[in-house]
């Protein structure tokens, strides 16, 4: 019996057929997790855009429906209905009226006092919304989407 286990052993160590089938098997679990991170990192892009959409969208109706006056409330409701995710806003839609500044946004503007690209300032909106998004193997996240639009 001795000589028929270590025989056995010997033909196990000596042949090597199930290697790859082994390296797999250790292998799998690694290939399993990139792909699922893949995906969720395309589900995450995927609700990031929209939710920019969405605030696209609410800035859009504000720029659309200028000259009839503005209405916050028309302004949300247009973003909300911009996607099938449950977007918040964080800060409420409200006319500005300023000088765009590449770095600021929209800095405080004068009545009959040019802005610093020599053009007179006007009334801005901007439409910011968010949502969260919980990948699978980490904490939820917040994403943010902004437009501003020019209304006059």
Known sequence: MPGRVSSFLNHLLRHRSGASGVEFAL???????????????????????EVQAAARAGANYAFVNATKGFDAAKV???ATSATNLAVTFPAEPLPVFGCPDAAAGITPGSAGVKCANNEFPGRYVTVQTS??????WFSPVSLLGTATVRIS
């Open 131 to 136: 949502t969260d998004y919980t990948p699978i």
């Open 76 to 78: 949300k409701a247009a």
């Open 27 to 49: 292998v799998l679990p690694i290939l399993i997790a990139l792909l699922i991170g893949t995906i969720d990192l395309g589900a995450m892009a995927w609700t990031k855009m």
